[in-house]
């Protein structure tokens, strides 16, 4: 048993300092050509890993023992309240309301990516190398496609969500996807066109149309005309996923009803208090980090295995061990590794050739901004109001804890003052986006101005 563990604990080190030494190579390439910079051939998440661990799993029992205990404890009040058994889940069925829509919706998103990405740049490739003219076919080329960008990916969902005013949860599918879709269209076309730029002899310069469908579907951000592949597909595997992915849902369904409605229902009808308000904060972190949990385990965990053994992705690397972070730069690289990538190939580094690396720390900022911009029209949509704490807290408090928690901060105290101020920060997201829901719900404004879309209701209501 020592040996086994003695040899998973430097096999996972060696890994590590590979993956580390992978993009350390990558960052210092001055070349603007795309370079394939290989995945890590991965074939278990963390959280699998660690579920081998009798004591881990535990955890995980535990987790499961709450929610029968929610469960129960729902149940049980509904029988006093109402005098039966209450098994609407009124809750779930307004959340994805309309769905019908949700799903003729993102079919016209996806077919839209599936063709005129892969239609443009195979015209414009096959015009490029022998035209006398090839400013002008690249103008014309990027010009439509930015146009199919902000039409059919950025209008059209947008134009669905606030004209039919669709409920939270089918407006986060549509939005979310929105989002998926953009980022994979702009990674298919920043890897091929340079291929084409080179115009390297005896190379194709167009991948297959198969392997950008592939790509579409794959859990990854960043197109690469091959990926680690698993021999065979795990369909056990994949339904123990999907069924955790709905478990995942009643879960957020009974923290909502059992600890969130009853809480913001009664405070919704107070004016407003301090001592009300730092309550609310320090009640809302409980269901805050609940939440969190559920939506890393139900999305990042089962939700992209799920679609990655179907697919036979090799690659599962979709979050590093982000719990152990003693700094908030450790937390944003490893928390999310799918779209961190996407940020450092294509926005950070990016920016650092365009200034010849002369700007890091603007560099740095500039992904920042990105990200809080995008986390914030997310929620701005999806809410039907805005409310910008998100984006506060990303360039605001993100940004300080990024430089002053940093990776030179080591030890178990560090450790716990992130997860401190993690914990904090969800209990402020809760809190004022609860609030600001249901004084839009309460207190609407007939013929509301500029002014009023902007200012939160809640700084007036409560």
């Known amino acids: 048993h020592l040996k086994a563990d003695l040899m998973r604990q430097f096999d996972t080190q060696v890994n590590e300092f590979m993956d580390s030494l992978i993009e350390e190579s990558a960052s210092l390439g001055s070349s603007h050509v795309s370079t394939v910079f290989p995945l890590s051939d991965k074939e278990k998440s963390k959280l699998s890993e660690l579920f081998e661990v009798n004591h881990i799993r535990t955890i995980y029992h535990m987790f499961i023992a709450l929610l029968i205990l929610f469960i129960f404890s729902t149940l049980v009040v509904d029988f006093i309240d109402e005098g039966r058994l209450v098994l609407e889940f009124d809750l779930l069925v307004y959340a994805f309301g309309q769905f019908p829509l949700v799903v003729v919706t993102w079919m016209c998103m996806f077919l839209s990516t599936l063709v005129v990405p892969y239609v443009l740049l195979s015209v414009w490739a096959g015009v490029y190398p022998t035209s006398n003219h090839r400013a002008l076919w690249t103008v014309l080329a990027g010009s439509l496609l930015l146009l199919y960008q902000g039409l059919c ?10 004209k039919n005013g669709l409920p939270p949860a089918s407006c986060f599918i549509l939005i979310l996807e929105q989002v998926r879709l953009i980022m994979k269209a702009h990674s298919f076309i920043r890897e091929n066109v340079p291929r084409v730029l080179s115009l390297e002899p005896n190379k194709a310069t167009v991948p297959q149309f198969t392997q950008y469908i592939y790509f579409l579907f ?5 197109y690469r005309d091959k990926y680690p592949r698993n021999p065979c597909i795990r369909w056990g595997y994949v339904a123990t996923k999907f069924s955790q992915v709905l478990g995942c849902l009643f879960y957020a369904y009974y923290i909502f009803v059992r600890l969130c409605i009853p809480q913001f229902r009664s405070i919704s009808m107070q004016l407003f208090d301090l001592r009300a308000m730092v309550l609310c904060v320090f009640n809302s972190i409980l269901p805050g980090v609940l939440v969190l949990f559920l939506a890393f385990f139900a999305f990042l965990h089962c939700w992209l295995n799920a679609f990655a053994e179907m697919l036979r992705f090799g690659d ?6 982000w719990w152990n972070s003693t700094s908030f730069a450790n937390y944003y690289r490893t928390w999310n590794v799918v779209v961190h990538d996407w940020l450092y190939y294509y926005v950070y580094r990016d920016f650092l050739w365009m ?7 603007a560099a740095m900022l500039v992904v920042f901004t990105v990200s809080a911009v995008v986390h914030e029209y997310v929620l701005a949509i999806c809410f039907g109001f805005f409310y910008p704490v998100m984006f506060c807290l990303f360039m605001c408090f993100g940004m300080v804890f990024n430089f002053v928690l940093n990776d030179r901060r080591k030890g178990p105290i560090w450790n716990v003052i992130m997860w401190t101020l993690l914990f904090l920060g969800q209990g402020v997201l809760i809190c004022l986006y609860s609030q600001e829901w249901y004084a839009q719900r309460f ?3 007939q013929e509301p101005s500029f002014l009023d879309l902007l200012k939160p209701r809640s700084w007036t209501i409560f």
Do not use: E, H, N
């Open 443 to 445: 207190c609407p404004i």
């Open 153 to 162: 990916l950025g209008f059209l969902p947008t134009y669905v969500v606030l």
């Open 218 to 222: 794959a859990p990854t951000l960043i």
């Open 355 to 361: 200034t010849q690396k002369r700007f890091r720390a």
């Open 316 to 321: 599962r690397m979709f979050y590093k061990d």
